[in-house]
């Protein structure tokens, strides 16, 4: 079944006291459980506040793993369930399955897996999180595409994956740009412009000019990373159309909040009772 690209395919919901986003397309498939969580509902303390489940951030560990245990909780699952990474900037992609998962997988941007169980959770904080399911090889994928990452096509890197490990078809894949920082408040230099240039054809499309710096522009990181989901095949593309740096009230934004803040976390997986 296919369905239609929509915009903003995201719906607010309130779960316990968290405010999360559920995926519109997601809905229709009772074994998928996932969620965008947003900063609401936690109980860190300013900057941190509330929901943040950034270990590395500065804020207090206990209460990060407090707030850990409640968005699993709203998902009916336990943080024993979730496999992470550390976050590298890069374009690797792990794949994940009974006989090798770990909390924390190591090293990497993108995390695949086809074992119904295992919950792939990842930290955001401007970055672009990617969100990716399966419906017809019951696969699902996450992937953490900030500007380096985008630029070395975290996005593609992720769609093969998935292709090479669980024999998807790129056509059945959905994928959901979430919450990152958008075009209206992604100032760069000439350090992303000029990368840009080399990973894009026509990249001067993906930045806005305003009126200050010749050598500074406005990135459209949302649009980099579709192009790169439509290059790699993938026909259901969902834009969450969501800015961090706009709305800090929902989200933590390492830009906006001048790199003193939290992070947000999104979780998907199958639900299954992996060993
Ligand atoms: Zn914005």
């Not at 690209?5 to 316990?16: C, D, L, S």
């Not at 792990?94 to 919950?119: H, K």
């Not at 975290?154 to 990152?180: H, K, L, N, S, Y």
Request: aromatic share 8%; charged share 15%; with cysteine.
């Amino acid at each position: 079944m296919r369905l239609p690209a929509v915009a903003q395919g995201v719906n607010p919901v309130r779960v316990q006291n968290l405010l999360l986003y559920r995926i519109v397309a997601f809905e229709a498939y009772p074994n998928l459980r996932h969620a965008i969580f947003t900063r609401q509902g936690g109980y860190s303390q300013s900057p941190f506040a509330s929901l943040n489940l950034g270990l590395s951030v500065g804020d207090d560990p206990e209460t990060v793993n407090k707030n850990y245990e409640q968005v699993c909780g709203a998902l009916d699952i336990s943080p024993d369930q979730t496999v992470s990474c550390h976050l590298i900037h890069s374009a690797d992609v792990l794949t994940v399955d009974s006989a090798n998962r770990r909390r924390v997988m190591g090293q990497a941007d993108g995390l695949i897996t086809a074992t119904p169980g295992i919950y792939l959770s990842m930290r955001f904080g401007d970055c672009t999180p990617l969100i990716f399911f399966d419906p017809a090889r019951g696969a699902v994928g996450l992937t953490h595409a900030g500007w380096r990452g985008t630029m070395q096509n975290a996005a593609g890197a992720t769609v093969r994956a998935m292709i090479q490990e669980f024999d998807c078809r790129a056509g059945d894949i959905i994928a959901v740009i979430g919450p990152a920082i958008g075009p209206c408040c992604y100032e760069v230099g000439p350090e992303v412009i000029d990368a840009a240039a080399t990973a894009f054809s026509h990249s001067a499309s993906l930045f806005v000019r305003g009126n200050g710096r010749a050598d500074r522009a406005h990135f459209n990181m949302w649009e980099a990373n579709r192009r790169q989901l439509a290059a790699a095949g993938v026909e259901q593309i969902i834009q969450s159309e969501l800015c961090t740096a706009c709305r800090t009230d929902q989200f933590f934004s390492h830009r906006a909040e001048q790199g003193r803040t939290g992070r947000f976390g999104v979780i998907i997986g199958l639900q299954g009772n992996a060993v």
